[in-house]
């Protein structure tokens, strides 16, 4: 049973988070960002375009490197 | 139709093209070495599991308040779309192996024909676990897409359409070839859906978190080809600086 559920949590982590979990992090973390600034009256529209080309480079740059 | 769901469409296409090119090569595999009949018993098993699926989550997902839906739904398309932009950047610099359809089958083959305990002209429950497998493993992923746009649009059914044409040439062309589609640009088609997801994970999770796009939906013309861009110079500059040019082979289970 145990077995099951951890196999069942490892395949749900695997389809959601991938090879990379910096992507799923940083993209939490620049959604929440986007949110801050958004709720603080101040232009929020480009972290998201930054966070994403910066988190691609980085993943990629975290992969080269294996 | 308007140019999100005109993306929409697009991406759907497009994931659900190359998802169904390697699932079918997995059913042919089994059906051309163990039992037609089995293999498709599996298939028609797994596409019933993924229109359930597809059917339960579609409602709940479209009755959720909107700016829930958008940051939720852009923040896990920004994930996977992000996901498959890397894989495709690194195989397009040389840095993974490209997806080899034809090494597929070939392994797929082997497999089926080492598997044994094939008697007589009954089920086989081989070809039907295989078959089921595949579909359900690479259908999953088109689900979600399917879902993600379709909800946040309120056009789960022009997203499930854009999916059913996909499925329906891409098996159109087997049965044509009667062979893996292995001339399909697998890569090219997976670098532009990763640029359409993440563009849009991107639109889409900045208005849920609270935040205006500059132009409002415009802005999707200058964030999409923006990316692409990027993108590209990525792949670039990385073959250039350190891609190893790995040999095409097989990369069964990895979808994206």
């Given at each position: 049973m145990t077995a099951a559920v951890r196999k069942a949590v490892l395949s749900v982590w695997e389809f959601v988070v991938g090879d990379d979990w910096v992507i799923a992090a940083g993209v939490v973390l620049a959604l929440a960002a986007t949110a801050l600034i958004a709720g603080a009256h101040a232009a929020a529209w480009w972290v998201m375009p930054v966070a994403v080309v910066g988190l691609l480079a980085l993943s990629l740059a975290r992969a080269r490197a294996r | 139709m308007s140019g999100t769901e005109l993306g929409l469409a697009v991406s759907v296409f497009l994931a659900c093209s190359v998802e169904a090119v390697e699932?079918?090569?997995?059913?042919?595999?089994?059906?051309?070495?163990?039992?037609w009949s089995s293999a498709l018993y599996g298939v028609g098993a797994g596409v019933a599991v993924l229109a359930v699926i597809v059917a339960a989550l579609g409602p709940a997902l479209t009755s959720l308040p909107i700016n829930t839906l958008r940051v939720a739904i852009g923040g896990l398309l920004l994930v996977f779309g992000l996901q498959w932009l890397r894989k495709a950047v690194l195989r397009a610099a040389g840095l993974k192996a490209l997806h080899d359809e034809q090494a597929t089958f070939a392994a797929e083959r082997e497999a089926a024909q080492a598997a044994g305990?094939?008697?007589?002209?009954?089920?086989?429950?081989?070809?039907?676990?295989?078959?089921?497998?595949?579909?359900?493993?690479?259908?999953l992923e088109v689900?979600?897409?399917?879902?993600?746009?379709?909800?946040?649009?309120?056009?789960?059914?022009?997203?499930?359409?854009?999916?059913?044409?996909?499925?329906?040439?891409?098996?159109?062309?087997?049965?044509?070839?009667?062979?893996?589609?292995?001339?399909?640009?697998?890569?090219?088609?997976k670098f532009a859906v990763g640029v359409m997801l993440t563009s849009f994970g991107t639109f889409w999770g900045t208005e849920g978190a609270g935040a205006s796009w500059p132009g409002g939906d415009a802005a999707l013309l200058v964030i999409i080809p923006s990316l692409l861009v990027c993108s590209l110079a990525m792949a670039r500059w990385l073959g250039r600086n350190g891609g190893a040019r790995p040999q095409a082979g097989v990369v069964v289970g990895d979808s994206t």
């Open positions: - | 699932a079918l090569t997995i059913v042919l595999a089994v059906g051309v070495t163990r039992s305990g094939r008697a007589g002209t009954g089920f086989d429950g081989y070809s039907f676990v295989i078959s089921f497998k595949g579909v359900l493993l690479e259908g689900a979600f897409i399917v879902l993600t746009f379709g909800a946040n649009q309120h056009k789960v059914g022009l997203a499930a359409a854009a999916a059913g044409v996909a499925i329906t040439l891409v098996v159109l062309g087997g049965v044509a070839a009667k062979a893996p589609l292995a001339r399909v640009p697998e890569n090219a088609m």
